[in-house]
């Protein structure tokens, strides 16, 4: 039954969906999920707005569907999205149940594109207030987003030293044949839209806290009734002889990822440091460079991350492709010829070939324009933060890689989380306050890696982990981690065992522990029967 662009089509019947189960219909050729909920039915889009994992896998828990790749999260009534890293909603149709018969209706717009992005305010020029957002990554998008959301209609700057528009900065060690307008997370046309001022090449280099101004390299300055700092963090720099030849590279931008895949493409590569950046750069050229050495002052790649029992099996996967692992050592000294690296000596005296070197090893805070100023810092230069994402300062907030902040699995105590999610999360907390919504962050950190087109999954802070619970076959490259502190699960990784990660990241959303001894319990070779209990 169709009028204009309106379709009504019988999906199945209604003993066919069981109370809290997840189903994948077809409607006019295009994918829905129906959600059966308390015996309600929901109709929404089938695909999650991040990467498009299909929804129907996801977990539900209430109202709150997540998806089982990356942990965003939705509300099955509204379609509205209440977590990160996705940034837009999906969509929701109408059902009705007749003669015990489901009928979905919806318009074939809607259904052609399963996402939908939230209504917001626009800017009036009456309104004389300003929004300063240091930094052109996520955690500011995500706030001058909610800004626009929540109804405010001042004026809203972003400005970073970036040239893009924020992009998929995930995607730099994953996908290094991408350009950088292929991960663009919004279009400049978008932001113009939505009154959003975006400054690139504009980098802070000092600012008044009294004054509430900013001044900037080119020598022009910014006033800000209030200032969000999110200027992110960058990878650590070799402190070695050689360490200013060419080629060598920390993979920062899209610039950077692309000359290195340029310039290791049947060559000679090395890696400083198997951390995630590392070892996905080293998955990824793992066809295309000549050789590919990996050091590492560590015996296993993400030793302190994930644990030396994921860290060997990313080892093996990558052994099998060819890549050399120099481990429990580390580089001592860069040699080159015509300003060009050549050679890369280690400290247990081997000689590797370097035609080109990538640089993966710690993560430094991009605060150092704050030096000299009031603003609380930690010992690293990380930006301390309360749990509404507010400084010391008023009228200032900070957000994402910049920040240590309280984590409630870790008790409170606060701790650098530099992953996307978290920054998304921690700008959509500071826009919150901003606007004087007085919200805390409630957030369960989540992140993933991938290698050879496999993702190993994590959710939680395992910081300070004394035990782990192995589920699975780390051989078979099927498993489920647990990480246990004080008896209790506090993070959970995961290869090929989906939606399981999601799982315990909503259980650990809802504030519910899990013991040690029913993580022991756990059977991952029923998962069906885990998601819904």
């Known amino acids: 039954m169709e009028s204009d662009d309106t379709i009504t089509e019988e999906v199945c019947r209604e003993d066919d969906v069981g109370d809290g189960q997840l189903l994948e219909v077809m409607v006019a050729g295009y994918p829905v999920l129906l959600v059966r909920n308390r015996k309600e039915f929901r109709a929404l889009g089938s695909k999650c707005p991040h990467y498009g994992a299909p929804l129907s896998k996801g977990v539900l828990r209430g109202e709150r569907l997540r998806c089982p790749w990356h942990g965003a999260c939705f509300n099955i009534r509204t379609g509205d999205i209440e977590e990160y890293p996705a940034l837009d909603c999906i969509s929701c149709f109408k059902v009705t149940v007749e003669d015990g ?5 919806a318009k074939k717009k809607d259904l052609e594109s399963s996402l939908r992005v ?6 009036c020029l009456l309104n004389k207030n300003t929004m300063l957002l240091l930094g052109g990554g996520v955690a500011a998008l995500v706030c001058a987003e909610t800004l626009r959301q929540e109804g405010f209609t001042g004026r809203i700057i972003i400005a970073t030293n970036e040239k893009h528009v924020p992009y998929d900065k995930t995607k730099l060690s994953k996908e290094m044949n991408l350009k950088a307008e ?13 009154g959003i001022e975006f400054w690139t090449e504009k980098e802070a280099v000092s600012a008044d806290f009294q004054k509430q101004e900013v001044l900037f390299k080119d020598g022009s300055s910014q006033k800000y009734h209030q200032l969000l700092i999110a200027t992110g963090s960058h990878s650590g720099f070799l402190k070695v002889p050689g360490a200013d030849l060419q080629n060598i590279y920390t993979l920062q931008t899209p610039e950077e990822s692309s000359k290195i895949l340029e310039l290791a493409t049947g060559k000679n590569l090395v890696i400083v440091g198997a ?3 590392g070892m996905e750069v080293a998955a990824f050229l793992s066809d295309k460079a000549g050789t590919i050495s990996v050091v590492e002052r560590e015996e296993f790649p993400y030793q302190h991350a994930l644990g030396p029992q994921v860290g060997g099996v990313a080892m093996k996967m990558l052994q099998n492709k060819g890549v050399k692992f120099h481990m429990k050592t580390e580089l001592c000294e860069l040699k080159g010829k015509d300003g060009k690296v050549t050679e890369a000596v280690l400290a247990n005296r081997e000689n590797l070939p370097a035609d080109v070197v990538v640089v993966g090893i710690g993560s430094t805070p991009n605060s150092v324009f704050l030096k000299g100023t009031s603003i609380a810092r930690d010992d690293k230069g990380a930006i301390l933060v309360n749990r509404h994402m507010q400084t010391n300062i008023p009228n200032v907030f900070a957000a994402g890689d910049v920040v240590t902040f309280p984590v409630a699995l870790l008790g409170g105590d606060s701790s650098s989380i530099c992953h996307q999610q978290v920054a998304e999360a921690h700008g959509h907390c500071a826009a919150l306050n901003m606007l004087k919504r007085r919200k805390e962050l409630h957030t369960v950190p989540y992140f993933w890696t991938t290698l050879l087109g496999k993702s190993i999954r994590y959710a939680g802070c395992g910081k300070g982990y004394t035990d782990t619970v192995v589920k699975g076959s780390l051989e078979q490259q099927k498993f489920l981690i647990f990480y246990i502190r004080d008896g209790h699960v506090t993070a959970a990784a995961s290869l090929n065992c989906d939606p399981m990660v999601s799982l315990i990241a909503e259980v650990l959303y809802l504030g519910k522990q899990i013991s040690k001894e029913e993580a022991e319990a ?7 029967s885990l998601a819904q209990n």
Do not use: H, M, W
């Open 101 to 105: 018969k489901v009928f979905i209706t």
């Open 118 to 123: 939230k209504d917001t305010s626009r800017r």
């Open 182 to 194: 292929d991960i663009y997370l919004r279009k400049p046309e978008f932001l113009e839209a939505q």
């Open 275 to 277: 951390s995630f950046i």
């Open 522 to 528: 756990c059977d991952i070779g029923n998962i069906p």
